[in-house]
């Protein structure tokens, strides 16, 4: 069994949590991590160093080209990121087609090192309002992408039914929830560690840490 894998990673609390489940996992592991136009360098660099912690290679692939054919807060400066998700459409931090196109070219960059398990660290149990994370959509992408570059990826994704609550414990059983916590970048703001507190992404992040501390203790 070919026990190697890609780890989709972009330095934020999933993908690295992800990460170091795959290293417990897997026999070799290596991250690729995206520039797709994003406002903040600083997630590619604290990506960069927690790759070289966990002494695993790190490839960064330019997608700039994203910005050029969809309009969202995370890649148009001129956009404020809604701190309130809206009833009647997804959140402007939606950057269409992301995950499929972030496992469209993993999946190549990974046949070419005959890497056949890709991670991705999407979920739907706290729902965000987006549709490339959905479960049936990874499983539905999977078929695709064994069928056009005729090789048999699996696809995992060890957060899809957890909550933020959850994968905060994930990480302490992993060993690394301090890393977690003060070296990843989850916030829209692009602040590391806890974030500007206020943006959607780390309120998500913040009631899960309060519930996990609350519940563990």
Same mark, same amino acid.
């Given at each position: 069994?070919?026990?190697?894998?890609?780890?989709?990673?972009?330095?934020?609390?999933?993908?690295?949590?992800?990460?170091?489940?795959?290293?417990?996992?897997?026999?070799?592991? @290596?991250?690729?991590?995206?520039?797709?136009?994003?406002?903040?360098?600083?997630?590619?660099?604290?990506?960069?160093?927690?790759?070289?912690?966990?002494?695993?290679?790190?490839?960064?692939?330019?997608?700039?080209?994203?910005?050029?054919?969809?309009?969202?807060?995370?890649?148009?400066?001129?956009?404020?990121?809604? @701190?309130?998700?809206?009833?009647?459409?997804?959140?402007?931090?939606?950057?269409?087609?992301?995950?499929?196109?972030?496992?469209?070219?993993?999946?190549?960059?990974?046949?070419?090192?005959?890497?056949?398990?890709?991670?991705?660290?999407?979920?739907?149990?706290?729902?965000?309002?987006?549709?490339?994370?959905?479960?049936?959509?990874?499983?539905?992408?999977?078929?695709?992408?064994?069928?056009?570059?005729?090789?048999?990826?699996?696809?995992?994704?060890?957060?899809?039914?957890?909550?933020?609550?959850?994968?905060?414990?994930?990480?302490?059983?992993?060993?690394?929830?301090?890393?977690?916590?003060?070296?990843?970048?989850?916030?829209?703001?692009?602040?590391?560690?806890?974030?500007?507190?206020?943006?959607?992404?780390?309120?998500?992040?913040?009631?899960?840490?309060?519930?996990?501390?609350?519940?563990?203790?």
């Amino acid at each position: 069994m070919n026990k190697k894998a890609l780890v989709v990673f972009s330095g934020g609390q999933d993908s690295t949590t992800c990460l170091f489940w795959a290293l417990k996992k897997f026999d070799e592991v @290596e991250t690729l991590c995206f520039d797709y136009g994003q406002r903040h360098r600083i997630e590619q660099e604290a990506a960069r160093g927690i790759a070289e912690k966990a002494g695993v290679q790190f490839t960064l692939l330019n997608l700039d080209l994203l910005k050029q054919i969809t309009h969202n807060s995370l890649t148009d400066q001129a956009m404020d990121v809604e @701190e309130n998700k809206p009833e009647n459409r997804p959140p402007n931090t939606l950057v269409e087609g992301r995950n499929m196109l972030f496992l469209t070219f993993a999946a190549i960059f990974a046949k070419g090192k005959d890497i056949p398990n890709l991670v991705t660290g999407v979920g739907q149990a706290d729902y965000s309002g987006y549709p490339d994370c959905r479960d049936e959509f990874i499983r539905s992408l999977n078929q695709t992408l064994n069928l056009s570059l005729d090789y048999q990826f699996a696809i995992h994704t060890p957060l899809m039914w957890k909550t933020k609550e959850d994968i905060w414990a994930l990480s302490d059983e992993l060993g690394v929830f301090d890393l977690v916590r003060t070296q990843t970048v989850t916030c829209y703001n692009g602040i590391i560690g806890d974030g500007c507190g206020h943006c959607p992404a780390c309120q998500l992040r913040r009631n899960g840490l309060e519930n996990y501390l609350e519940n563990s203790h």
